[in-house]
Antibody
Framework: EVQLVESGGVVVQPGGSLRLSCAASGFTFDDYTMHWVRQAPGKGLEWVSLISWDGGSTYYADSVKGRFTISRDNSKNSLYLQMNSLRTEDTALYYC????????????WGQGTLVTVSS | QSVLTQPPSVSGAPGQRVTISCTGSSSNIGAGYDVHWYQQLPGTAPKLLIY???NRPSGVPDRFSGSKSGTSASLAITGLQAEDEADYYC????????????FGTGTKVTVL
């Protein structure tokens, strides 16, 4: 059974930093591109970042470019999101998601971890 | 910001048919990229509903169907049921390097 379990979400002050983690199991982790998707309270889904199976390619939404860094450790079946210079508008539930094939759909999602940026 | 536009809400009585549109552009749906749909029940993570424009994953009832034409796609729910009340999102690939994956703005389906 595929499982994605996010962790690391907390309350942090504006300008602060945070690292989210996603532990994957039930599939061959290093075969797949992985993503972070976020959802602000009461709002829609926003794609944040992706990383290729080997970590060689990464992409970011304009809203987080230069502040967030996605990474993965295939030996630990884990995905990460380093979040720096946090803003109040980064407050959201952050989901990690597995992509089925290159440039395709998200077939599995985690339950999300809540990041609150507030003074 | 979303580049795929959906109506904010649609509603229907039990048993009725409702449709949700997803309008994109020449850099995503219009470029021939597939559209996928997700259902998000209250307080839960999104769940894949339709992939590759019109395919249902195992376990998704056949009252859900998808289609695509030009720069738009549609999700139809026939025989609407109370448990279909949820938020629905379309998603596609975009040729923009700054946001290669894009979601729709989301549609709330209300069962009257």
């Amino acid at each position: 059974e595929v499982q994605l379990v996010e962790s690391g979400g907390v309350v942090v002050q504006p300008g602060g930093s945070l690292r989210l983690s996603c532990a994957a199991s039930g599939f061959t982790f290093d075969d797949y591109t992985m993503h972070w998707v976020r959802q602000a309270p009461g709002k829609g889904l926003e794609w944040v970042s992706l990383i290729s199976w080997d970590g060689g390619s990464t992409y970011y939404a304009d809203s987080v470019k230069g502040r967030f860094t996605i990474s993965r450790d295939n030996s630990k079946n884990s995905l990460y999101l380093q979040m720096n210079s946090l803003r109040t508008e980064d407050t959201a539930l952050y989901y990690c998601a597995k992509e089925r094939d290159s440039s395709s759909w998200f077939d599995y999602w985690g339950q999300g971890t809540l990041v609150t940026v507030s003074s | 910001q979303s580049v795929l536009t959906q109506p904010p809400s649609v509603s229907g009585a039990p048993g009725q048919r409702v449709t949700i549109s997803c309008t994109g552009s020449s850099s995503n749906i219009g470029a021939g990229y597939d559209v996928h749909w997700y259902q998000q029940l209250p307080g839960t993570a999104p769940k894949l509903l339709i992939y590759g424009n019109s395919n249902r994953p195992s376990g998704v009832p056949d009252r859900f169907s998808g289609s695509k034409s030009g720069t738009s796609a549609s999700l139809a729910i026939t025989g609407l049921q109370a448990e279909d009340e949820a938020d629905y999102y379309c998603q596609s690939y975009d040729s923009s390097l700054s946001a290669p994956r894009v979601f729709g703005t989301g549609t709330k389906v209300t069962v009257l």
